[in-house]
Structures are given as structure tokens and as C-alpha cells.
């Protein structure tokens, strides 16, 4: 498959996964760091810290997919080789936020039935655009 094919293929990914992910996972994010700063003595010192560090994590993983899909888009495997970490890092972070997510819905679908899977809305499905990414940087494949 060349270049062209495989960026318009990321973009319909990128869109289908991307966007309602970016509307929950992004308004979850923003509202749990507003949380942890407005309302933190309704929470002990250890579940604000986690609320804190999973909103920080959604955010900086959005911004670090937005600005690497946009990189791969315009510039193809070669920008994402030349971009520079803090993308892949923001990605990383947004990998961790992602997995904690799956986490807890895993230990509450016993509990709480179905209502529990709509959380996978707030970030996991970037996961797949985001390991598309980083297959496109690190593969060792030369597309002309």
C-alpha cells in the first residue's frame, strides 16, 4: 500500500476512533483536573491524586495524538521520524490514562452490568490510531 493509501486509511481511522473520543475522553480529562482543583476536599488525598493524574494523562495523550496525526498527514512516515519526543511522550501518557480506564471497567462489569462499557468511550479506542502511529514511525518499511 503506498503513502497516499495509508494516510487516507489513518484519517478514517483516526476520524471514527478519534473524534467521539476526543469529545468524551477529552471533556472527562479537562473536567477531572477541574475537579481535583475545585472540589478536592470531597475526595481523600489519594483519590484526587488519581484523578488528577488520569486527567493529566487524557490530556496530554489527545494533545500528543492530535499533533502527531496531524504531523503524519502532512508530512507521512518521515514527519513522524523527525518529530520531536514530546508527542510520542504525550502519547505514552495517554497510553497509560487509556489502560487505567480498561482497568476499571474490568473490575467493575461484575458489579455494575452493561451502564460500565460506555466508559470505553473516554479513551481507549485511540489506542488503535495511536499504535497505527507508532508502527508507522518505528516499522522499517520505505514507502515511496
Known amino acids: 500500500m503506498n503513502d497516499i493509501a495509508q494516510r487516507r486509511t489513518y484519517a478514517v481511522v483516526a476520524l471514527l476512533l478519534g473524534l467521539p ?17 475545585s472540589r478536592n476536599s470531597y ?25 502527531l496525526s496531524g504531523v503524519y498527514l502532512r508530512h507521512g512516515r518521515e514527519g ?24 476499571v471497567v474490568m473490575r467493575l462489569l461484575p458489579q455494575g452490568g452493561w451502564e460500565v462499557l460506555g466508559y470505553l468511550t473516554a479513551g481507549p479506542p485511540l489506542l488503535v490510531p495511536s ?3 507508532a508502527w508507522m514511525r518505528w516499522s522499517g518499511q520505505t514507502q515511496a
Open 43 to 67: 475526595m481523600g488525598t489519594p483519590e484526587s491524586l488519581a484523578l488528577l493524574a488520569w486527567g493529566l494523562s487524557g490530556i496530554l495523550g489527545l494533545l500528543g495524538w492530535l499533533w
Open 80 to 103: 513522524l521520524r523527525r518529530s520531536s519526543p514530546l508527542g510520542w511522550i504525550g502519547i505514552a501518557c495517554g497510553v497509560i490514562g487509556a489502560l487505567s480506564v480498561l482497568v
Open 21 to 37: 473520543t476526543l469529545a468524551v475522553g477529552g471533556t472527562l480529562s479537562v473536567l477531572a483536573v477541574i475537579v481535583f482543583f
Open 131 to 133: 499504535a497505527q502511529l
